[in-house]
């Protein structure tokens, strides 16, 4: 690599105008990645590059700057590049247009050379363009358009991009409602290993909809959402395995699920836990700690709803067995629990 960098940077500062050595992208990331750490005549070819007119060392050089904080030089290179046809740089350049990096912000430019990468065939700008168009962001708003450039980027293997399709199909939006075709493109994108499309996969297996009724396949994407911290999916598993569809039924296991989503403030989950100390199911009863999660949970949930029934009349049949001072207990660790939790969220 060493010996790489010494030939590349070599050829590029011994270059003339007239004849310029021209980099693949390969070599310019390699330069880039070599001026980063520190290297001087990796960053002095880099400079060179661009200034003899190289797409490829344009952008990188750009790039470089743009990791040293330094946006309006870095802007000046990416959008060289950009003027050049290089679809990244077209993206990168949309991108700082969008958030106001080293430009001014701009949706309308940034749409302008998001849609230029896009026609290239670049993924994220496609994306980019989804998002866009789906919240008339630099565009007026238009669901069809956002659905169309979604089956571009989608068709190219992005993730995110296959389970917003999911989503588009499964709610009709910009496309005919087609739960059929939700489920394949949920699927393509879950393999993948995105977990909100595992969770919505698991979804209408467990709804049979758009796919046969299957309760086991259900339990197989939410856990693998589940294992990736998605809270709804912890839920979904929790169920599952305490009414024993589709798993054996393993109360234990519930516990597990229903802890992971009430830590992440599900008031489902919180109730669900508090109800399995307060009778010992799956796990030790402990009447504090019961109080505590009831405590949680009701207060999270509508006031109107049956989460938050079962929590009032859980915690007065727990409370019967309390001392008051196991009650206030339970209250001062219910409120630490949400000042900690809205801390970290900051």
Known sequence: MKMLIRYLAAMLLAATASTAYALTSLDAHQLEQAAELGHLPARDALEAAARQGD???????????????????????????????????????GVMYHVGAGVPKDLARAEKWFTLSAAQGNANAQFNLVQFYAQGAGVPQDYA????????????GDA????????????????????????????????????????????????????????????????????????????????LYDEGKGVGQDYAQAAKWYRAAAEQ?????????????????????????????????????????DTYGLAARTMSQVAASMTAAQIATAQVEASAWSAARSKNRK
């Open 145 to 156: 358009q956002a659905a169309a450039w979604c089956r571009k980027a989608a068709a190219e």
């Open 160 to 239: 995110s991009a296959q389970f917003y399709l999911g989503m588009l199909y499964s709610r009709g939006t910009g496309v005919p409602q087609d739960d059929t075709a939700a489920a394949s493109w949920f699927a393509k994108s879950a393999a993948q290993g995105n977990a909100l499309a595992q969770y919505n996969l698991g979804v209408l297996y467990g709804d049979g909809q758009g796919v046969p009724q299957d309760f086991a396949r259900a339990a197989g994407w939410y856990r693998q959402a589940a294992e990736q911290g998605l809270a709804d999916a912890q839920l979904r598993l929790a169920l």
């Open 55 to 93: 797409p490829e060392g344009q952008l990188a050089y750009g790039i470089y700057l743009l990791n040293r904080h330094d946006y309006a030089p870095a802007a000046h290179w990416i959008r060289k590049s950009a003027e050049q046809g290089l679809p990244l740089a077209q993206e990168m350049l």
């Open 265 to 305: 403030g599900l008031a489902v989950a919180q109730v669900s836990l508090g109800v399995f100390y307060a009778y010992g199911v799956g796990l030790t009863a402990d009447p504090l700690r019961a109080y505590k999660w009831l405590t949680l949970g009701k207060a999270a949930a509508p006031p109107n709803s």
